[in-house]
């Protein structure tokens, strides 16, 4: 059985990324939130390949 997480870096940003986030009403409160509460990471970031 195929396991649920295969990780792809691309979907992980289109899914979750800045630019989502900032696409919408509610993404952009979860960027100020996370801002307000001083969050190093406002949100996910792919690694250094």
């Given at each position: 059985m195929k396991r649920t997480w295969q990780p792809k870096r691309k979907k992980r940003l289109r899914v979750h990324g800045f630019l989502k986030r900032m696409s919408s009403?509610?993404?952009k409160g979860v960027i100020n939130s996370r801002r307000a509460?001083?969050?190093?990471?406002l949100t996910v970031s792919i690694g250094k390949k």
């Open positions: 009403p509610g993404g509460k001083g969050r190093k990471n």
